[in-house]
């Protein structure tokens, strides 16, 4: 009987550390300490690229010097409206397949590879002999990332500044859910050769502020998988589940701690 008892405390001990293990497994960064220091990954600055869509904007302290180089859309009525709009948008650039745009006066430019400080830089010194002090403004509208998969918002998300770290884009998308993994996080990334790159982050790990990673890229894509237990219990919905997880680990522990007084009597 005893032998008994000891074998079924043993099996339900093991269903409460597997259940605990899965509460750990969500903590990000674990095993630093205060103070620690940590090698960052190479900062990355975004560059400009074929297909990709400019808002360039010049301004200065005579507003008709600069109107020939802020041309607005073309703007057309459609059957229903009577009126063009008063407030027409300004033009977007495409880079070309090699890399160029047709800009007013300028003629084409190649403006891939080159960032947009470099840009603005070289637009401006071109207006120079033409507009007095051009404050040239160069704007990438397609500098996005995307986040799928276990988290609460996934969706396209914009790049705010000139680089954007793998948290701040998870934050974007209101942090991971319950059931996604926290220990292998895929990023998919467009490489120079237009082929397609695979980076593994583990964010449980110290060592993600050292991964290619860290800092994320235009373009990526952030996926994160689900783990096991969402896996085997597909077929319920979210709250089933974390119901049946908490049900299951109450009535582990009353188990254990009814195993052990059963065992004390029997002494």
């Known amino acids: 009987m005893k032998k008994k008892i000891l074998f079924t405390l043993l099996i339900l001990s093991v269903a409460i550390f597997h259940s605990c293990k899965s509460y750990k497994e969500i903590a990000y960064v674990q095993g630093l300490a205060?103070?620690?220091t940590l090698a960052l990954a190479e900062k990355y600055v975004t560059t400009i690229n074929t297909n990709d869509a400019l808002l360039i904007t010049v301004s200065a302290a005579n507003p008709e010097a600069v109107v020939a180089y802020n041309p607005p859309v073309s703007n057309t009525l459609k059957p229903e409206e009577t009126q063009l709009?008063?407030?027409p948008s300004l033009q977007n650039y495409l880079v070309d397949p090699d890399g160029y745009i047709e800009y007013p006066s300028l003629g084409r430019i190649k403006v891939a590879g080159l960032t947009r400080f470099q840009l603005e830089q070289y637009i401006k010194k071109e207006l120079e002999p033409y507009v007095t002090d051009p404050i040239?403004?160069?704007?990438?509208?397609?500098?996005?990332?995307t986040v799928l998969g276990e988290v609460n918002s996934p969706g396209t998300y914009k790049i705010p500044n000139e680089r954007l770290s793998l948290f701040e884009a998870l934050g974007c998308a209101k942090d991971l859910t319950i059931y996604g993994r926290r220990d292998n996080?895929?990023?998919?990334?467009?490489?120079?050769?237009?082929?397609l790159v695979s980076i593994r982050v583990d964010l449980t790990s110290p060592d993600v502020f050292s991964s290619p990673g860290f800092y994320l890229q235009k373009g990526d894509v952030v996926y994160v998988e689900p783990n096991e237990y969402r896996k085997?219990?597909?077929?319920?919905?979210?709250?089933?589940?974390?119901?049946v997880s908490m049900i299951s680990t109450i009535i582990s522990g009353a188990s254990v701690i009814a195993s052990l007084i059963i065992a004390l009597f029997v002494n």
């Open 85 to 87: 709009s008063s407030n």
């Open 185 to 195: 996080i895929l990023i998919t990334r467009e490489a120079a050769d237009g082929k």
């Open 34 to 36: 205060s103070g620690d």
């Open 136 to 145: 040239v403004k160069v704007q990438l509208l397609t500098n996005n990332i």
């Open 232 to 243: 085997s219990n597909s077929s319920y919905n979210s709250n089933k589940q974390f119901n």
